[in-house]
């Protein structure tokens, strides 16, 4: 079977359809992606051994502007674009977001079934919208079914996670050991991880570095993943530490070592961030980013959080106080933390690409 998936724009977008790609090779499935050129996209596919086409789409502009008033125009174009691809398809997917708009319509004027992933908790816009032509809309989180019309033939999936994120599981033990050589860690100490998304997230730096300093603790390590613009800039802010090792990295490619190591982690709640968390088991505090389209990003918080698998805070009150009194809170009682960590693998969807990969093939045979 011929399969054409279209999404990307973040590194979070594109991790969960490289993960449904795989699935699908496995079974011996052919599969083409379609992205942009300015997406993570255009990096990580071919990076990964895929087809990679590359087409025009633009986000929808809010404001008037040149580029709202010729986004129809364009938007007719890449259709037509991405028609050829669509054809030769047999079944199309689209991730969500921008970039599967032109995709998805292709695949409806080519008469293609189309089916629709919706990542987060709040579903966006391109996925509500083309919800009812699409044969099916899986979700990766129940609460987003409520969102869609009543007639939409949707199906919880979990949201894919890559294989080596899955690994972690399994090989916590050798993967820590690799990551505490890597990185210069001590098996000794209590480590916390903290990210804010590919790019890093500059309050968070922001609030970890001030909390840090409220922590004068000797059992503590952190690992930080500050994002490439802003890893100098941490790394002059945390050195003086009141006995706390701390470790900034730009960005890094291999999250699973971040993981294996992680006692806890501090983290944005985007929807491919909290996925991962629950399947390899780690209690963590979430902040969602407080500007993400209909607060989508607190919605997956609080999904994980009622599971027992998270806490959370919100970036508006968040400061160094908070933070450190959360983070010590935690640490200080081991059960609560163990607790927090089983509650999160029992609410993760590890078979999620597994159950993507059979919606989509079903579709392609007409089930």
């Known amino acids: ?20 790609a795989g699935r699908l090779v496995a079974d011996a499935h052919e599969v083409c992606f379609a992205g942009t050129a300015t997406g ?3 990096r990580l596919v071919p990076a990964a051994g895929y087809r990679f ?5 633009r986000p929808l502009e809010r404001k008037v502007s040149v580029r709202a008033v010729t986004a129809p125009v364009a938007a007719v174009r890449s259709v037509g674009q991405v028609g050829p691809l669509a054809a030769w398809a047999d079944v199309v997917v689209g991730m969500g977001g921008y970039v599967s708009v032109p995709v998805a319509l292709a695949a409806l004027r080519s008469r ?22 699409a044969r099916t809309v899986a979700l990766a989180f129940a609460e987003a079914r409520r969102a869609f019309p009543r007639r939409t033939r949707a199906v919880v999936t979990g949201n894919p996670v890559r294989e080596a994120i899955l690994a972690v599981r399994h090989r916590r033990e050798e993967l820590a050991a690799e990551a505490r050589a890597a990185f210069d860690l001590d098996a000794n100490r209590r480590t916390v991880v903290v990210f804010g998304g590919s790019q890093g997230a ?10 840090i300093g409220r922590l ?6 952190v690992l930080l993943m500050a994002g490439p613009a802003h890893a100098g800039t941490m790394q002059a802010a945390t050195g003086a530490t009141g006995g706390i090792t701390v470790r900034v990295l730009g960005f890094l490619e291999r999250m699973e070592l971040a ?28 902040i969602p980013y407080p500007y993400a389209t209909g607060r989508h990003q607190e919605a997956n918080a609080r999904a994980i959080q009622r599971a027992g698998g998270a806490s959370m805070l919100l970036d508006d009150e968040l400061d160094g106080r908070v933070l450190a009194e959360r983070v010590a809170w935690l640490l200080d009682d081991d059960e609560r933390l163990a607790r927090m960590g089983e509650r999160a693998r029992e609410w993760a969807r590890p078979d999620a690409g597994e159950a993507l990969a059979r919606v989509v093939v079903d579709a392609g045979i007409g089930v």
């Open 1 to 20: 079977m011929k399969v054409l998936i279209a999404g990307g724009g973040t590194a979070g977008h594109v991790f969960p359809a490289l993960a449904l």
């Open 40 to 42: 993570q996209e255009a």
């Open 53 to 57: 086409e590359e087409i025009e789409a």
């Open 112 to 133: 293609r079934p189309l089916v629709l992933h919706e990542q987060n908790a709040v579903p966006g816009l391109a996925n509500r919208t083309l919800a009812r032509p």
């Open 202 to 211: 500059l309050h968070v730096n922001r609030v970890v570095a001030e909390a």
């Open 216 to 221: 004068p603790r000797q059992d503590l390590q």
């Open 259 to 286: 993981y294996a190591v992680a006692d806890l982690v501090v983290a944005r709640s985007g929807a491919t961030t909290v996925a991962e968390l629950a399947v390899c088991g780690l209690p963590a505090i979430l």
